[in-house]
């Protein structure tokens, strides 16, 4: 019960709307700052590992923004024929390959931990409002498709989507663009820095 009780805590700080307010106004400036303090930490020796794992995550949201008619339809295709929330995982794999160069593969489980409490918290007032706006057909969809964890699609769903309209209408271009910039600042920092 202590476990639940804590738990509860915990998922009830990431539903906080003040606090959600906050991170998203300064979300750019707080991502800036955390990898200005986490500069001299970061290890060369692991950038190729952490940008196979950032840039695996970076592709599944590039494959969730060419599959996405965000509001006009129920995307049950391409990655959300797999699991229902691919954005997340795929985000999830980013910021973890970002970790990966501390060089310390150990924190990758107490991020891991922190991840979900947050993408429980928000996934759940996100399928709320999707309950609202397509009714039992996103129940069904609940009720086949993994929250999470990826599984089969069911028959008849596409999964091999790639629409370039919705790519670009989603942002993906620029995603991809700001994603490889970072990575290609760290790199830089990684190969100029003063030892």
């Known amino acids: 019960e202590r476990k639940e009780t804590m738990m509860q805590a915990l998922k009830s ?5 003040q606090l959600r307010r906050f991170v998203v106004a300064l979300r750019v400036p707080l ?5 200005v303090l986490l500069a001299p ?3 060369r020796e692991w950038l190729p590992t952490g ?3 950032s840039m695996f995550g970076e592709l599944i949201q590039l494959w969730c923004f060419a599959s996405l008619d965000k509001n006009s339809d129920l995307a049950a295709r391409g990655p959300y024929a797999l699991v229902r929330n691919p954005m997340y995982l795929g985000r999830f794999f980013i910021i973890g390959g970002f970790l990966l160069l501390l060089g310390q593969p150990w924190i990758l489980l107490p991020y ?3 991840y979900w409490l947050y993408m429980d918290s928000r996934v759940g007032r996100e399928e709320a409002r999707l309950r609202q706006i397509f009714g039992e057909s996103y129940a069904r969809y609940c009720g086949e498709v993994r929250r999470f ?3 089969l699609p069911q028959p008849g769903q596409p999964v091999a989507v790639w629409d370039w ?3 670009r209408q989603n ?3 620029l995603n991809l663009v700001l994603t490889l910039a970072v990575w290609v600042a760290v790199a830089a920092w990684l190969q100029f820095r003063p030892l």
Do not use: E
């Open 171 to 173: 942002n993906g271009p």
């Open 165 to 167: 309209k919705l790519f």
């Open 112 to 114: 891991a931990i922190g």
């Open 41 to 43: 930490f970061l290890r």
């Open 149 to 151: 964890v990826p599984g």
């Open 31 to 35: 991502t800036i700052a955390a990898i």
């Open 13 to 17: 700080l990431f539903a906080q709307p």
């Open 51 to 53: 940008f196979a794992v």
